[in-house]
């Protein structure tokens, strides 16, 4: 298994949330999870992301998780 | 989630522990040397066992409660009056086992206590208490055999008809809290690979 930091998994958080010009607090208050675990997710900081979250996050921002996540060997 | 540990609490416990270094350090490891080397009190007698017949045995009608008996130790002591060299070491040899043992003990308790403040829940602690485990078992172990080969040793340097057997006294305890100690450490290990994989989840 890679270590974590070679995952290649990219978390486009902070693009999304300025497209629809929500905050990381806004975010935060739609979706019950608290700001610093999604600022560690906006970060890339997190090392897994719970299916809750992530239905969440997607339901709150109208997208789906590809938009959310990408994967790339350079991430 | 808000630990309850406080700083009182680190300092109790390191004073506890610093306080069972200074005494397993001086009684178990350094005047047992230092005697060994001329310096100070050596040690002089260790314990032997006594043969079924020179065990005494009082017998009184009693009260109420009946007939009773005070029934002798089945163990004496040997002592010394000038131990040699070799007889010195081979006295202090299961004192200083212990001792060593003891601070190994007390090290990786002192070792476990510094992460408690922060995050104990990390597998070098896991490994701290097996080696916990693992010396709990080796002194259980081992001890009896080494009291057993001194005492034999002695018995035989003294060179007189006595009439004592060699001893070795161990502990079943230490080795059934090693094994404890041991299958908790795995435990410990496994929950610190859980807490591994759920760290950093969102």
Wanted: charged share 15%.
């Amino acid at each position: 298994m890679p270590a974590d930091h070679e995952h290649g998994v990219q978390v486009h958080l902070d693009r999304l949330l300025a497209e629809r010009g929500i905050t990381l607090t806004e975010l935060s208050n739609r979706v019950g999870i608290t700001v610093v675990n999604l600022s560690v997710l906006k970060n890339g900081h997190a090392r897994s992301i719970r299916f809750s979250t992530l239905g969440a996050i997607c339901q709150a921002l109208d997208c789906s998780p590809g938009d959310l996540l990408t994967w790339g060997p350079h991430g | 989630m808000r630990s309850t540990w406080s700083r009182i609490d680190g300092y109790v416990l390191n004073g506890v522990l610093a306080l069972g270094f200074a005494l397993t350090f001086t009684f178990g490891l350094l005047l047992p040397t230092l005697g060994t080397l001329g310096v100070g009190t050596p040690v002089d007698r260790i314990r032997v066992g006594l043969p079924e017949a020179a065990r005494e045995t009082v017998s009184t009608p009693g009260g109420s409660s009946g007939r009773v008996e005070l029934v002798g130790s089945d163990t004496i002591e040997l002592a010394f009056a000038d131990p040699g060299a070799g007889q010195r070491v081979l006295l202090a040899l299961p004192i200083v086992f212990g001792g060593l043992l003891a601070l190994v003990v007390i090290v990786l308790l002192w070792r476990i206590a510094r992460t408690v403040p922060t995050d104990p829940f990390v597998p070098p602690n896991a490994r701290r208490l097996l080696m916990i485990g693992s010396a709990l078992i080796a002194y259980g172990l081992l001890a009896p055999a080494v009291g057993m080969l001194v005492s034999g040793t002695l018995i035989d340097t003294v060179g007189a008809d006595l009439d004592v057997t060699p001893l070795g006294t161990g502990s079943s305890t230490a080795i059934v809290v090693g094994f404890g100690v041991a299958v908790l450490s795995e435990v410990f290990r496994q929950g610190t690979r859980l807490r591994a994989d759920v760290e950093g989840l969102v």
